[in-house]
């Protein structure tokens, strides 16, 4: 089957399409959970799998959408039975397991906003994110227990051993009913609430609209190219992220099967899913695609069955695209997104486009995107400006931050929203990065912001200042790096290395953490005293 070309795509978008295919034409209320889950179930689907886990040790277990649609009544009638009102949040502290998009539809279908937590956080980065969106319930691993300190206001319900006064999740939604009238819901009305990294402060909390399915549906339709009948489709990302839950649920709401894979996605992993369970239709980041690269001509026949492969998380360098093309006859498609945006920026699996390794690609169909300056004007192709989305009740993904309301109005440059990301555009439309404003790095896949790491570093009491940085690593995209100015000279400047690297880690979590420190007499600032990363990322010092 000839694919179209970008151009007849963009000119025959039709927003009515998406609403029919995800059974929304003339809605203005919706049912999230009939929406992801329940149609299938009504349309005769309900024992195609929607969930196929893998666990560490390689066991296997695959959840139907019709036991899914069942297990997810269960968590709403539990929530709803232990006080849930609409519009409380629920976070997720959980791993990737079967139960985890259970919990997540559960709290869609009893009208509460889903507040995903990732799992590598220190107690301290969890707590502050609990507090923040005043969250009532927390679904929390047994690894994860101990993250989440006494608390009276959180009822915590453990999946798998907790501690008193603890809700236990297998004995009581084993004794709920699977029926359950879900809430509707306005499509402008949020559902989620995703923290940033934070950059220039405390981590800010993205207010995300029950539009996401529909907000997510062009990228599904033409950067996934997602075959949901015949597709194979293992989206590594971790649902409690941006990325992951973006993958996750659109993929649902077209009926598709996804692979669920507990270990994370390194090279090893990567080859043995790959390989065994056939995978047609990949999408990662580039750190994964970089460590499979390592391995050469080797990985040739793991890959046979993959046809579409799809990245996001940072800028991906054309050698990895030029590599998979040569050995798997396969282009990873490079995508800009942002937890403001959703994923609006991409090169297409199912468009006839050309692909020019290096750049984010072009705007997908229904999205509406340009560069431009400080005042919000648009510039002319070829100059750097802001990345900058302009929505319609259609397209609208991010609402604003969460209690934070000079944050919000601060993205606005006028009819346009912007993150702080900067780019240019050429003569043919295609998006080039160029950097970030805030400072923002992107470490394997993760979005990292220096003020929780520079504030963990500061606890030391031979730390005066600290200023965190992203520097390209082959591998991970960037490397972080502190730069730490300290009270008096080191006395053995590696052993203090150590200290500061377990101090960040014990604090911000194992995925934030500098790799290289390196100690200055003083970090170059502003005459207002902000300090100048930028002149620290170009400064090209080695470090420790």
């Not at 969930?51 to 066991?59: E, F, K, M």
């Not at 319900?157 to 907790?162: E, N, Q, R, W």
């Not at 190219?225 to 992951?244: C, E, R």
Request: proline content about 5%; charged content about 20%.
């Amino acid at each position: 089957m000839t694919k179209p070309s970008y151009a007849d795509a963009i000119s025959t978008f039709d927003w009515s399409q998406a609403l029919d295919d995800l059974g929304w034409n003339g809605l203005t209320d919706v049912d999230l959970a009939w929406t992801l889950v329940d149609r299938h179930v009504s349309a005769g689907l309900g024992h195609r799998t929607a969930i196929l886990w893998v666990g560490a040790d390689g066991t296997e277990r695959r959840v139907s959408f019709s036991e899914l649609s069942n297990e997810s009544k269960r968590v709403a009638n539990l929530l709803q039975r232990h006080g849930l009102k609409i519009g409380d949040r629920v976070a997720g502290i959980l791993p990737r397991a079967p139960e985890t998009v259970s919990i997540i539809v559960g709290c869609l279908r009893a009208g509460a906003i889903y507040v995903p937590i990732f799992s590598g956080f220190a107690a301290e980065a969890v707590s502050y994110r609990l507090e923040h969106s005043s969250a009532r319930f927390a679904f929390v691993g047994s690894k994860y227990r101990h993250l989440v300190g006494p608390n009276n206001s959180i009822k915590v319900i453990a999946l798998g051993a907790g501690e008193a006064g603890d809700i236990d999740y297998t004995g009581s939604t084993a004794s709920e009913a699977d029926t359950f009238v879900s809430v509707k819901t306005s499509r402008s009305a949020p559902a989620f609430i995703i923290y940033t990294s934070g950059s220039t402060g405390k981590p800010k909390g993205c207010v995300i609209a029950a539009n996401l399915p529909a907000a997510m549906w062009p990228y599904v339709r033409f950067s996934l190219d997602l075959q949901p009948a015949t597709d194979v489709f293992w989206p590594t990302g971790d649902p409690s992220w941006g990325y992951g839950l973006c993958c996750y649920l659109p993929a649902l709401a077209a009926g598709a099967s996804i692979i669920s894979v507990e270990p994370n996605a390194s090279a090893e992993v990567c080859l043995d899913i790959i390989s065994k369970y056939g995978v047609t239709n990949f999408a990662t980041n580039p750190t994964v695609l970089r460590s499979l690269m390592a391995r050469g001509d080797s990985i040739a026949q793991a890959g046979t069955s993959v046809r579409a492969i799809s990245c996001c998380g940072e800028p991906l360098n054309g050698e990895v695209v030029t590599f998979f093309q040569r050995v798997w006859g396969c282009t990873p498609m490079d995508h800009f997104g942002a937890t403001e945006f959703g994923l609006p920026v991409g090169n297409h699996n199912s468009l006839l486009m050309a692909v020019k390794p290096g750049s984010m690609g072009l705007p997908s169909p229904g999205q509406t995107m340009a560069i431009v300056n400080e005042e919000g004007a648009e510039l002319p192709s070829g100059t750097t400006g802001f990345i900058a989305q302009r929505t319609n009740a259609n397209s609208q993904y991010w609402l604003q931050y969460w209690n934070d309301r000079d944050a919000t109005n601060a993205l606005s440059k006028g009819e346009w929203k912007c993150t702080g990301d900067f780019a240019r555009r050429d003569d043919d439309g295609y998006y080039w990065f160029e950097g970030r404003s805030d400072d923002i790095i992107k470490s394997s896949g993760y979005r990292i912001g220096p003020f929780e790491i520079e504030s963990a570093l500061l606890r030391h009491p031979d730390v005066v200042e600290a200023a965190v940085v992203g520097t390209p690593d082959e591998l991970r995209g960037e490397a972080i790096k502190a730069f730490v100015v300290l009270r008096v000279p080191p006395h053995d400047a590696e052993a203090l290395s150590s200290e500061l690297v377990q101090l960040a880690k014990s604090v911000c979590g194992r995925h934030q953490y500098p790799h290289l420190i390196e100690f200055v007499a003083n970090l170059p600032k502003t005459q207002t005293g902000k300090i100048q990363r930028f002149l620290l990322r170009s400064s090209g010092s080695t470090g420790h």
